[in-house]
């Protein structure tokens, strides 16, 4: 076969390709190969290039025993490792010596490979979330079965903390088929329109009593206008809820929340609304911050189960801003406070 049809079939190929024949070289490569690759492969042993062990041995296999086979390729470019499937066919007739070459494609795995370990390291967490309180409801029956038999005091104790156990089952339970509503939602634009500061003046009532039960004071002053965007008031609900009631429990002993109109947003570059929910509390470090939105990441383990939290909250936060096309940002630093911000475009 020609050199200049060669060539061509490899240009069509969507996929990174090469060609490496029997001299051990590369004989083509499409742009894409030579992006990954490097432009300067043609004619270099296929060793100086692809050095991991696990390419050279396939490459070696198949020019000799001429059958197909898989490899995986690690690249970095500095910044990132991608992982790429690899597939080796040999092709007869083409290149020099004893005519065949190897024909190499590389496929991105990388998100794949993510997605599967993300859902992997998920299961995981649950599990162990879990089993936790699991263990403690199965260590208390086995008590009052045996040495608390008898013990009417000791009873009472151990219910009232299986109790405590079980609606933290419970709450995780919850919080999980809450965030899979969500994110099965999330492609779906919500329609109603809602009054926000009407919506906001709500949330704070129901989060009166664990505020005064707490000992926190909280301050809102409800805008003398209406103000409209359209929005899925049950998820805005949840955002407002969690976000002050983890700064009723996180924080110190005041949360301010406000709202501000701004002509125009900066990343959502629209006219957009801006919810504040600022405490006086211990703060955050902000090695956490970035990390903060992640499923059952906590700042702080200890306080988080204390307080019965399923480090859920600002997972299912941040899926509900996404969903309506906002932006949630958190600002904090030890020993200042939090302000966790919600922006949301205003319907026009
Ligand atoms: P949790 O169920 O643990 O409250 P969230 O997802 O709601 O989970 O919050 C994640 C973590 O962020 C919490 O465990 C806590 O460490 C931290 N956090 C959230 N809000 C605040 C706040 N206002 N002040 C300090 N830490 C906070």
């Not at 494609?105 to 162990?128: G, I, K, L, P, Y």
């Not at 969500?182 to 009166?208: C, F, M, N, W, Y």
């Not at 301010?256 to 002509?263: K, M, Q, S």
Request: hydrophobic letters at 40%; proline letters at 5%.
């Amino acid at each position: 076969m020609k050199q200049e049809v060669i060539a061509g079939f490899l240009e069509a190929m969507p996929l990174p390709s090469v060609l490496v024949d029997q001299t051990e070289r590369f004989i083509g490569a499409n742009k894409e190969g030579r992006a990954l690759l490097g432009e300067q492969i043609l004619g270099r042993h296929f060793a100086t290039i692809l050095r991991q062990p696990s390419m050279t041995g396939a490459i070696e296999k198949t020019l000799a025993d001429r059958s197909s086979r898989s490899a995986r390729h690690l690249s970095n470019d500095g910044a990132q490792d991608t992982t790429y499937e690899v597939s080796l066919r040999y092709i007869s007739g083409i290149g020099a010596v004893e005519g065949g070459a190897v024909l190499i494609t590389f496929s991105d795995v990388t998100e794949r490979e993510q997605a599967s370990q993300m859902r992997r390291d998920f299961v995981a967490n649950v599990s162990h979330e879990l089993r936790t309180p699991l263990t403690a409801l199965m260590g208390f029956i086995e008590t009052l079965r045996g040495a608390a038999r008898d013990d009417p005091n000791a009873r009472d104790r151990f219910l009232t903390i299986m109790e405590g156990e079980a609606s933290r089952m419970n709450r995780l339970v919850g919080d999980l088929l809450s965030l899979n509503r969500v994110e099965s939602k999330e492609r779906i634009r919500p329609k109603e329109e809602l009054d926000l500061g009407a919506h906001l003046a709500s949330v704070l009532k129901t989060v009166q009593p664990l505020a005064e039960t707490a000992g926190t004071s909280l301050v809102f002053q409800p805008p003398e206008a209406p103000v409209e965007i359209i929005g899925d008031p049950d998820q805005l609900l949840q955002v407002f809820i969690n976000l002050v009631e983890n700064a009723i429990k996180y924080g110190g002993d005041r949360v301010e929340v406000t709202l501000e109109l701004l002509e125009r947003d900066i990343s959502l570059r629209a006219p957009a609304v801006k919810v504040q929910v600022i405490d006086n509390g211990p703060g955050i470090d902000p090695i956490h911050l970035p990390r903060l939105t992640e499923r059952f990441y906590r700042a702080d383990s200890h306080r988080s189960r204390e307080q019965g939290g399923t480090g859920l909250g600002l997972a299912i936060v941040k899926h509900i801003v996404n969903r309506h096309r906002g932006k949630l940002r958190v600002k904090s630093d030890l020993g200042q406070g939090s302000c966790f911000s919600v922006t949301l475009p205003l319907s026009q």
